[in-house]
């Protein structure tokens, strides 16, 4: 099993950054893909980015040029830079990993509003 710990959520204004982090911990490792996922209210859960091991990304198309997935592999920590927030950002925030992208944290809620 596997757990992840989201951090970093909060509120910001429009224009505003945030940076997210996930923890991983127990018996499966090494991870090779971190991603993160979002899920508004009265959506579904969609994804934002994620990236292998070896350092390979991709991103929704909306969040292109503004967000950036990144880990550090000795930490087991994934992170979200996410700049030029926008009120359609307004989600819960979810890590994902596993083979599979079996394994899910709790959730972060980030609100982008003025």
């Known amino acids: 099993q596997v757990q992840l710990v989201e951090s970093g959520g909060g509120l910001v204004q429009p224009g505003g950054s945030l940076r997210l982090s996930c923890v991983a911990s127990?018996?499966?490792?090494?991870?090779?893909?971190m991603g993160w996922y979002r899920q508004a209210l009265g959506k579904q859960r969609e994804l934002v980015a994620r990236i292998s091991r070896a350092g390979t990304t991709n991103y929704a198309d909306s969040v292109k040029g503004r967000f950036t997935i990144s880990r550090d592999n000795a930490k087991n920590t994934v992170y979200l830079q996410m700049n030029s927030l926008k009120p359609e950002d307004t989600a819960v925030y979810f890590c994902?990993?596993?083979?599979?992208?079996?394994?899910w944290g709790q959730g972060t809620q980030v609100t982008v509003s003025s």
């Open positions: 994902n990993a596993g083979a599979a992208g079996q394994f």
């Open positions: 127990g018996s499966i490792f090494p991870i090779n893909i």
